[in-house]
């Protein structure tokens, strides 16, 4: 498990087994989101599975699956529910972490700069500077 923080509530990450819950759980995550669709994994790694063992780790556990064409703004907002809804940090995982911070970013646009918005998703490692235009046009349709 490499977990890399967004902001203090929300984190990302390459993919996770099973047996990565309990030290989920123990860095102190309440609830995981699952962002990967099970086409992408075998199954002992697929949704079902990580919801058994989230469970058995005391972890809540959610499903919201996204590819390109499903980074809609009704997935986007899901995702933005998801972890401000959350009792205490959130770990978001997909193949390479990219997507969870991807939905995040676009979630954030309107209400945070996007400056700050890039700055962050870098920090983490991620760099989204291309998604610029898109996160000023949901500012700009936001505002």
């Known amino acids: 498990m490499n977990p890399r923080q967004i902001t203090p509530r929300y984190h990302v990450s390459p993919q996770i087994a099973p047996d ?5 759980k123990a ?3 309440t609830r995981i989101i699952c962002n990967r669709p099970d086409a992408e994994n075998p199954p ?3 949704a079902d599975a990580m919801a058994v063992a989230a469970e058995a780790a005391g972890l809540e ?3 919201l699956p996204l590819t390109h064409q499903t980074m809609t703004p009704e997935n986007v907002a899901k995702q933005r529910a998801l972890y401000e809804e959350a009792s205490g940090p959130v770990l978001a995982y997909c193949a390479s972490g990219t997507r969870c ?3 995040w970013a676009l979630g ?3 209400d945070a700069p996007v400056d700050e918005i890039l700055t ?3 920090e983490a490692g ?3 500077a291309g998604l610029r235009p898109t996160l000023e046009a949901v500012a700009a349709q936001k505002g």
Do not use: S
Not at 20 to 24: F, K, M, R, T
């Open 61 to 63: 556990f959610h499903v």
């Open 108 to 110: 954030m646009a309107g």
């Open 101 to 103: 911070t991807v939905i």
């Open 120 to 122: 962050k998703a870098a």
């Open 126 to 128: 991620y760099d989204l």
């Open 27 to 29: 860095a102190g995550f």
């Open 20 to 24: 990565d819950l309990p030290a989920a």
């Open 44 to 46: 002992e790694w697929q």
